[in-house]
């Protein structure tokens, strides 16, 4: 079985440019995160849908970050604009209902440096 | 969400058990306990779950006390490879919480 794939799994750009990465769940998996892991901290969760629709977003800074999953499988995220602040490791998980006892699994990730 | 503690840092000699705590104090009857771990530069990789029951799999065990407000992961034969960053995680309604987890260091 394929894991969750992300790409680019790393990505330079100076602030105030735009980054968009891209996410394909594990297939069946009707639930989708994305986290935001600063160096030296856990993942911290970002944005979480269920199919194609937002289930939780509170952590999302929405003037800078979007993120869509239209069709309910692939998954984008984006930052306009960047700020040093966004250098991180950006992971997407996937798992099969979204449920408190369902695993999530993750992708390799996504290391962002904003210069 | 019930938050866990766990120590930052432990090392343990290769072909030795690494036994790593989790304090989950305010945990609830029908939440579970998650473990990842996460190598330098990956994804968090799950290792196992349990909500009350000991549990064990080809990675490791896991000893869940029985007022469950604490549990053990154990590494039966650490590796060098086994060297990661370990989460111990009770999820709430949905969400994982991760702490800053313990970084195991398997020495040589």
């Known amino acids: 079985e394929a894991g969750v794939a992300q790409s680019p799994r790393y990505k330079i750009i100076e602030k105030r440019q735009s980054v968009a990465f891209w996410c394909n769940p594990i297939?069946?998996?009707?639930?989708l995160y994305w986290y935001q892991q600063i160096l030296g901290q856990g993942p911290k969760l970002l944005i979480q849908f269920q199919n194609n629709g937002v289930v939780d977003d509170s952590q999302l800074p929405k003037d800078r970050f979007s993120a869509e999953r239209l069709k309910g499988v692939d998954s984008t995220l984006k930052i306009q604009p960047a700020k040093l602040e966004d250098s991180a490791v950006y992971l997407c998980a996937s798992s099969f209902r979204g449920q408190s006892t369902d695993t999530q699994y993750f992708g390799p990730g996504t290391r962002l440096t904003v210069l | 969400d019930a938050k866990t503690t766990q120590p930052t840092s432990m090392d343990c000699a290769e072909g030795r058990a690494a036994n790593l705590p989790c304090n989950h104090s305010?945990?609830?009857?029908?939440?579970?306990v998650y473990w990842y771990r996460q190598i330098h530069s990956q994804g968090p990789q799950y290792i196992i779950h349990?909500?009350?029951n000991n549990e064990t799999n080809e990675m490791a065990s896991l000893i869940i006390t029985e007022d469950r407000k604490s549990s053990t992961l154990i590494l039966p034969h650490a590796t060098l490879r086994d060297t990661a960053v370990y989460y111990c995680i009770v999820p709430g309604t949905y969400k994982y919480i991760f702490g800053t987890g313990t970084r195991l260091k398997v020495l040589a």
């Open positions: 305010t945990i609830s009857g029908n939440e579970y």
């Open positions: 349990g909500l009350k």
């Open positions: 297939s069946g998996h009707a639930t």
